[in-house]
């Protein structure tokens, strides 16, 4: 019942903010949102699962 009012990028975007980090094997850059940097990322391009937290990129 509950699922039927399931919006899909709506409720994901409020109070979260993007966190840009690089994959330390290919450098990569992606975005992740901060609800995921405590998780381990697998990077989309290589494939190997690094920790954010270590990978941040303060911007430029
Ligand atoms: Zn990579």
């Known amino acids: ?8 990028g709506f409720e994901s975007n409020k109070s979260l903010s993007a966190i840009k980090v690089a994959c330390p094997a290919c450098k990569a850059e992606m975005e992740l949102f901060s609800d995921e940097i405590d998780k381990q990322v697998t990077c989309p391009k290589c494939k190997v699962s690094f920790d954010p937290k270590t990978c941040k990129v303060e911007g430029k």
């Open 1 to 8: 019942m509950t699922d039927q009012q399931h919006c899909p």
